[in-house]
């Protein structure tokens, strides 16, 4: 059973940096059958997914075109984890966010993390 | 990129009635190996979205069997047999052919 822990703070002022950290138990950053991934909700969004970092004998990553220029998301294979990162940020990020793991083999997202609220204000 | 459109945005349903669910997409979702990359999911108040059906119709594991999903192509449907308490939430259909995935807005479950 794979499971997501995730970790960061909750408050953010404008223009700085949104840093987020997603610790993985049960499966490895490095798998070659999962990708993993970062997703957002918020009211005036709905569901948004920001992009997905994943192994495939080398490391690949794939975001969204809303947010493509201003994020970036890591792994950490000596902590099994990975990491989301929002620069430039704007109220209109403040958002509750969610790693999530995708199996490759059933293309589905089958484990969530508990979700953080980020509120970007001063 | 796809997107998805949901029907109703609210449903309310009397305990142990049928309910059904609409979700429809921009373009066909159907991959060349004949799957249908289509999801549903349940977010449950106060929690995170759980998979229910992945491949347009089949069921996540310990997802009970009065969930079912059918559709192909552009039109899909989640149905579920006799509504439960438990299942009270939002269900989002989602598009995994390609990236950007996409969700639906939601069909919120109420009971009456």
């Known amino acids: 059973q794979v499971q997501l822990q995730q970790s960061g703070p909750g408050l953010v002022k404008p223009s700085q940096t949104l840093s987020l950290t997603c610790a993985i138990s049960g499966d490895s950053v490095s798998s070659n059958s999962a990708a993993w991934n970062w997703i957002r909700q918020s009211p005036s969004r709905g569901l948004e997914w920001l992009g997905r970092t994943f192994y495939k004998s080398k490391w690949f990553n794939d975001y969204a075109v809303s947010v493509k220029s201003r994020i970036t998301i890591n792994p950490d294979t000596s902590k099994n984890q990975f990491s989301l990162q929002v620069t430039s940020v704007t109220p209109d990020d403040t958002a509750l966010y969610y790693c999530a793991r995708w199996d490759s083999a059933k293309k589905t997202l089958d484990s969530w993390g508990q979700g953080t609220l980020v509120t970007v204000s001063s | 990129e796809i997107v998805m459109t949901q029907s109703p945005l609210s449903l309310p349903v009397s305990p142990g009635e049928p309910a059904s669910f609409s979700c429809r997409s921009s373009q066909s979702l159907l991959d060349s190996n004949g799957y249908d990359y289509l999801d549903w999911y349940l977010q449950k108040p106060g929690q995170s979205p759980q998979v229910l059906i992945y491949?347009?119709?089949t069921r996540a594991s310990g997802v009970p069997d009065r969930f079912s999903g059918s559709g192909s192509g552009t039109d899909f449907t989640l149905k579920i047999s006799r509504v439960e308490a438990e299942d009270v939430g939002v269900y989002f259909c989602m598009q995994t052919l390609q990236t950007p995935y996409t969700f639906g807005q939601g069909t919120k479950l109420e009971i009456k």
């Open positions: 491949w347009s119709s």
